[in-house]
């Protein structure tokens, strides 16, 4: 690091965990405060050889047969209880690394030991089935169960936008299913995985179950690609990516969570005291830059320009900024050139006839929050994903039209309606194609128990730990015959 680099108490290793030892090897690259720019950190990435090892000593360990289920809750629930000791270093990293306010980083480790928790639950109760017999005629002495064992070993790749909660929605339940994890964050924030690593390391976690190889997707990513002895694939990011890794895969199983263009839809008897402050924090939270974020807001005509009012003063409140100062409520995005293509996709739209009806001016890598309305049908910010912090409002007459519209894009990740009709309520959960539909709640509204995941070019397979612990194992069915 230079004599500029901004200085982090309790940095963590910044090699590659194999074995439980931290290894440096290949090239070095730096990592940026998304904020300041100035550097933080300078991290090895993996080299060739090393990721052959970690997948090597991974397939050893899981062969060799993973802890019992109890051991494997005990230690989940020792990382959730040791996460709170860890709290202000995880804090000051993705602070620095990832561009979170406080708010954010603080919420992303409260949520971070809810999904260590629950993780540990399901080791405990991850059971098959009973396979009722008598159904079939002649069988009905026969006695069948299923079971359930670890696929080997899972290959987690894990976005910049949730560096730590995302991460442990594949590394967690994966352990807790008794397979090893090879994990490979993203390269804009390799330090938040690698003090998790660490972290798990202190709670017990048999070293050779857990390796972090750092690096490039196009090196490290694809040198992952090529190693047949890993089972499983579990990715967040874009869509482009998620069809590399699924055509590589072949007949092994993935699980992906790819790109996405959330809508909610506002009818004109909504609550608008509720549903104002939920839609702006949902599209302008975490600078925009999370996969469900409010980007095409449908509202009902009758209401539409008090809804564009009234959001455009809110989003005016949320300070933009350092995320450092605990006034703000909008970071960085996560680089200036991020910045530079939102601010070129707003000032795009409004050539295109489109209305500005606050924010859009950039600042570094910082975007004041924008709210833009009559966006062109072709214009990016209506018809790309954003991943920035804007929300675009387009009005609707027919609720029909609006479903079929928000159903028109190629993704099905997310979507939100607002309205007090249980009719129009029911008729919306039945045909907007998305792989979660929320009622009186936005597009971004998450739980961890909950299952999450999309459809058509959004991906596939859950994750919430009770689902994501199936879709990482293998189910064997036991007939006895007598």
């Known amino acids: 690091m230079t004599a500029s680099s901004l200085h982090i108490d309790g940095l963590p290793p910044t090699g590659n965990l194999i074995n439980g030892r931290w290894i440096d090897g290949g090239p070095r690259f730096v990592v940026d405060d998304k904020f300041s720019g100035r550097p933080v950190a300078e991290v090895a990435a993996a080299t060739r050889a090393q990721v052959a090892e970690a997948v090597r000593v991974t397939r050893t360990a899981v062969d060799a047969g993973p802890p019992p289920p109890h051991d494997r809750a005990q230690l989940l629930r020792r990382a959730a209880a040791l996460m709170e000791s860890y709290r202000q270093r995880l804090v000051d990293v993705m602070v620095a690394e990832a561009g979170f306010t406080l708010v954010d980083a603080n919420g992303e480790v409260d949520r971070a030991m809810v999904t260590l928790s629950l993780s540990a639950d399901e080791a405990l109760r991850l059971v ?78 048999p070293p050779a179950f857990l390796a972090v190889l750092q690096g490039e997707g196009d090196s490290v990513g694809a040198w992952l690609l090529e190693e047949q002895d890993i089972a499983f694939y579990t990715f967040t990011g874009s869509t482009r990516v998620g069809r590399i890794i699924q055509q590589a895969a072949g007949l092994r199983r993935t699980q992906m969570e790819l790109g996405s263009i959330a809508s909610t839809l506002v009818c004109a008897d909504a609550d608008l005291e509720r ?66 293509r939102a601010e070129s996709w707003l000032r795009e739209a409004e050539q295109g006839g489109a209305r500005l009806l606050c924010g859009g001016q950039r600042q570094r890598s910082v975007i004041t929050p924008a709210v833009v309305t009559h966006a062109p049908d072709d214009g990016r910010v209506w018809c790309q994903e954003a991943f920035a912090p804007l929300l675009a409002l387009r009005p609707f007459e027919d609720f029909e039209e609006a479903i079929r519209d928000a159903n028109a894009t190629p993704f099905g990740l ?69």
Do not use: W
Request: proline residues 7%.
């Open 275 to 340: 549903a104002i402050p939920k839609i702006a924090n949902a599209g302008l939270r975490k600078a925009g830059q999370v996969c469900t974020s409010v980007q095409r807001l449908y509202v009902h005509r009758s209401i539409a320009e008090e809804v564009g009012q009234r959001l455009a003063a809110f989003a005016q409140t949320l300070q933009a900024g350092d995320p450092r100062d605990p006034a703000t409520k909008v970071g960085p995005l996560i680089s200036e050139a991020s910045a530079i």
């Open 414 to 482: 997310s979507a939100g309606v607002f309205t007090q009709d249980i009719d129009r309520a029911l008729r919306a959960a039945s045909t907007l194609r998305f792989g979660t539909v929320q009622i009186n709640e936005t597009s971004s509204a998450r739980s961890d128990v909950m299952p999450f995941g999309g459809v058509k070019d959004s991906g596939f397979g859950k994750e919430g730990p009770a689902h994501a612990i199936r879709e990482m194992t293998e189910e064997r069915l036991v007939v006895f015959n007598p």
């Open 128 to 205: 098959g089935d009973v396979v009722p017999f008598g159904a079939s005629p002649g069988a009905h002495r026969r006695i069948g169960f299923t079971q359930r064992f670890p696929v080997g070993v899972v290959c987690a790749i894990t976005p910049f936008n949730s560096p730590l909660n995302t991460v442990l929605h594949k590394v967690a339940p994966a352990y807790a299913a008794g397979n090893a994890v090879v994990l490979k964050p993203s390269a804009f924030t390799p330090l938040t995985g690698a003090l998790l690593a660490q972290l798990l390391l202190e709670a017990g976690m």
